[in-house]
């Protein structure tokens, strides 16, 4: 098994091909030119995704007793010391579908502050947010950069991370050379050991 840096792109928009893809692939590209391995899940891929509904197993044995989609999500949260989130905004917050593998992280929040585990491993963890949204609102990614600050802390990642955001982004032409580099850049220094 490789022992190189593993760094996960964990991507919000069920929009395949879209803006907050594109950036979190430019991201990606650095964090390969800094010599980690980069791979993605997105919830663009998952056909079978449901909300947390609140049921309480998971403060049980930790486990989310729904079987679906999220099963991909769960088992690369497992395998990786740093993970970068890329979100669109929508009605100023993160898509529900990106919202739902938030909420269904309730499972690592269950483990960690009701049943008292530890998470081994993670020494040097880190996370990033990425961000894209079609206005200019100052407040545009609060809402956003919240959620994933406990998203974070759920997986008992630092609640403290960087991040990079793209206002007035309709679609992908409207990225210019600069930001894509920049998030070529943002990538290649997130991966550093
Ligand atoms: C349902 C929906 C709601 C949106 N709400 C907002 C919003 O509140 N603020 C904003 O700036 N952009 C909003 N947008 C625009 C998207 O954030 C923007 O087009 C973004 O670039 C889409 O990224 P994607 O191509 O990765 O999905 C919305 C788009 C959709 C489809």
């Known amino acids: 098994m490789s022992d190189k840096l593993k760094v996960l ?5 069920p929009r395949r091909q879209g803006s907050s893809w594109i950036i979190l692939e430019e991201f990606g590209k650095g964090v390969v030119d800094s010599g980690a391995e980069f791979s993605t899940v997105s919830v ?9 509904q609140e049921c309480g197993s ?7 007793v729904i079987e679906d989609d999220m099963a991909i999500f769960y088992k690369a949260f497992e395998a990786v ?20 593998v938030i909420d269904r992280s309730q499972a690592y929040w269950a483990r960690r502050y009701v049943l008292g585990r530890h998470r081994e491993g993670l020494e040097g963890a880190q996370g990033f947010l990425l961000g894209v949204g079609a206005t200019r609102g100052k ?3 609060i809402p956003a950069a919240l959620s994933v600050k406990y998203f974070f ?4 990642f630092p609640k403290n991370f960087e991040s990079l955001f793209f206002r007035k982004i309709e679609t992908p032409k409207a990225l210019t050379k600069e930001q ?3 998030a070529r850049a943002a990538g290649a220094a997130f991966a550093k050991p």
């Open 153 to 156: 802390d759920a997986l008992a």
């Open 81 to 100: 010391t740093r993970i970068v989130v890329s979100t669109p905004v929508f009605f100023y917050d993160i898509p529900a579908q990106g919202k739902a």
């Open 9 to 13: 792109g964990v991507h919000f928009s």
């Open 180 to 182: 894509l580099q920049s």
């Open 58 to 64: 998971c403060n049980v044995d930790g486990n989310c």
């Open 44 to 52: 663009a891929e998952a056909n079978n995704l449901h909300g947390c």
């Open 139 to 141: 407040d545009l990614f």
